[in-house]
């Protein structure tokens, strides 16, 4: 007998509204993290180029400075 009432408790009108919402409470958390997700991966793109550069101008000067020393 509460087996049948529970089943008809879940199923009923009122709990598939619930369901419903919540369903959609999620979705909606879903969008606000993939947005903050896709804003780190842009900065992470932004902030590894720029780390490249650093690296290659840094490469550049110590090869001038080699080049001066072997000059020497």
């Given at each position: 007998m509460?087996?049948?009432a529970g089943i008809k408790i879940l199923?009923?009108?009122d709990a598939k509204k619930?369901?419903?919402n919540c369903t959609a409470a999620v979705l909606r958390a879903k969008d606000c993290i993939m947005k903050t997700a896709t804003t780190v991966q842009e900065n992470f793109g932004d902030i590894y180029a720029g780390a490249k550069e650093i690296n290659r101008e840094r490469e550049?000067?110590?090869e001038t400075v080699e080049e001066v020393n072997i000059e020497l």
């Open positions: 509460f087996g049948t199923s009923s009108k619930f369901y419903t550049m000067s110590e």
